[in-house]
């Protein structure tokens, strides 16, 4: 069965650094794109960018280029979207999901809340 | 411009054509995917190229496209079809990605 599997929910102060966790199975995770997907809550999706395990190619929506680092460790399927500093505005449900090359995100994961108090 | 654009909500009847646009000039080069989000749960894509349904997705769903105008239609809507859907496109090289603002289906 083609799955990803998210981290769990996280609660955090605002500064404090954050690491969410997306791991591939059932498929070639070296040859899809991950990508990662914001939403607030009550509000729509937002695209954040992308990953390319095999060669760790990396795309970003302009809007969360150097707020947020993209990266994977080829070697246990996962994919991760990490923050330095939160603030209380990261606070959203966060998606990552399957991107093939003309089938879109066509396998989701569960999604990870993180919630920042200020 | 890459952004997409759909009507906030659309309601129908069950039994009725619910039909749900996304217009956006990044439509002309390019089929959109269709997402459904249900309350609380994770995105499903429901239309890919024009009009091709995944794997489990039911036959009253389909999609169309006119110039820069793409269109999900729900043939006799059913209450099971509540939710949000989000149109989305990206080219095959990664650029000039973008969801719509999304349109809630209210069936009742």
């Known amino acids: 069965e083609v799955q990803l599997v998210q981290s769990g929910a996280e609660l955090k102060k605002s500064g404090e650094s954050l690491t969410i966790s997306c791991m591939g199975s059932?498929?070639?995770?070296?040859?899809?794109?991950t990508a990662w997907v914001r939403q607030k809550p009550g509000e729509g999706l937002e695209w954040m960018g992308f990953i390319y395990p095999d060669d760790s190619d990396t795309r970003y929506n302009p809007s969360f280029q150097g707020q947020v680092t993209i990266s994977v460790d080829k070697s246990n399927n996962t994919a991760y979207l990490h923050w330095s500093s939160l603030k209380a505005s990261d606070t959203a449900m966060y998606f990552c999901a399957r991107h093939g090359v003309g089938n879109g995100m066509d396998v989701w994961g569960q999604g990870t809340t993180v919630t920042v108090s200020s | 411009s890459y952004e997409l654009t759909q009507a906030p909500s659309v309601s129908v009847s069950p039994g009725q054509t619910a039909r749900i646009t996304c217009s956006g000039d990044a439509l002309s080069k390019r089929y959109p995917y269709w997402y459904q989000q249900k309350s609380g749960q994770a995105p499903v894509l429901v239309m890919f190229?024009?009009?091709r349904r995944p794997s489990g997705i039911p036959e009253r769903f389909s999609g169309s496209i006119s110039g820069t105008m793409a269109t999900l239609t729900i043939s006799g809507a059913q209450v099971e079809d509540e939710a949000d859907y989000y149109c989305y496109s990206t080219d095959n090289n990664g650029n000039h990605v973008v969801f719509g603002g999304g349109t809630k289906l209210t069936v009742l």
């Open positions: 059932g498929y070639s995770f070296l040859t899809y794109w």
């Open positions: 190229e024009d009009n």
